[in-house]
């Protein structure tokens, strides 16, 4: 596989052409300068204005089949400030890699919390956006609308990619939840200001559970479904494992080729 460099003085526009093109969406909120580097898109997701448009398309009334499952991860040099955005396409029956997207590059934005993008997120959407097929569902390592202002990472992606997307967590940052039955499946409503916002679902007996939530276009059970699928050893999701041992080993290789 190859791995490139990314030095795109048209981010935005860039990605939103490409994006257009393989089917993906519109993301011309993102048509913006952004020299060198990945984000911030400084904007895109501020205020509750946008917010509120995007979680009128939370949910999908007439979910498609999950055959196709994409996990989402990111891995970070902080030495040098460069990251790699990984995609791992999985045929969900057989969980043999259909494809996959890796992209390496320079953040110049820190984690925060609020309105503004993590740092992964723009990287994260370019990476989608070369895939030449299109996934039945996106799953990000953390929150959907089990987040402090409900829109967290997944909820980010899947409004700027137009894809089904998913969280799938190790740990919730807000709400509470009974414990679930020690059995493979058993779950439990992750429930914060009196609405569920997520499922904590045991995928291996005996084993801690992980925390589901929606992010865009999908419904929790339908996610949670996708979820067991994908978990037919380890706790959490082949997808997620593939994505981040992706993402490892590409910012390594990258790092490697310029010592």
Do not use: W
Not at 186 to 209: D, I, N
Request: hydrophobic share 40%; glycine share 10%.
């Amino acid at each position: 596989m190859g791995l490139r460099s990314i030095n795109i003085p048209a981010y935005g526009r860039n990605l939103a052409q490409g994006a257009a093109q393989n089917g993906f969406g519109s993301l011309a909120s993102l048509a913006m300068r952004v020299p060198a580097v990945y984000g911030p898109p400084r904007n895109v997701m501020s205020g509750p204005h946008f917010r509120h448009t995007a979680v009128l398309d939370m949910t999908d009334d007439h979910p498609r089949p999950v055959h196709t499952a994409a996990g989402l991860d990111a891995a970070y040099d902080e030495a040098t400030g460069l990251m790699a955005a990984a995609v791992v396409v999985l045929d969900t029956n057989t969980l043999e890699p259909v494809e996959t997207s890796v992209m390496v590059g320079r953040s110049e934005q820190r984690s925060v919390t609020g309105d503004t993008l993590p740092r992964q997120v723009p990287a994260l959407v370019e990476a989608v956006s070369k895939l030449t097929v299109r996934p039945d569902l996106l799953i990000c390592d953390g929150q959907g609308i089990a987040h402090a202002n409900r829109f967290g990472l997944a909820c980010q992606i899947g409004t700027l990619t137009n894809l089904p997307t998913i969280g799938v967590a190790k740990a919730p940052v807000i709400g509470a939840t009974a414990e679930p039955g020690p059995d493979r499946g058993a779950s439990a409503p992750l429930r914060h200001a009196g609405e569920t916002v997520g499922r904590a679902l045991r995928t291996q007996t005996g084993v801690k559970p992980v925390y589901v939530s929606i992010g865009y276009r999908i419904d929790l059970d339908t996610a949670c479904e996708a979820v067991l699928k994908l978990c037919p050893t380890y706790r959490l999701p082949e997808t997620t494992r593939q994505a981040d041992q992706l993402a490892r080993r590409g910012l390594r290789e990258f790092l490697d080729a310029f010592a």
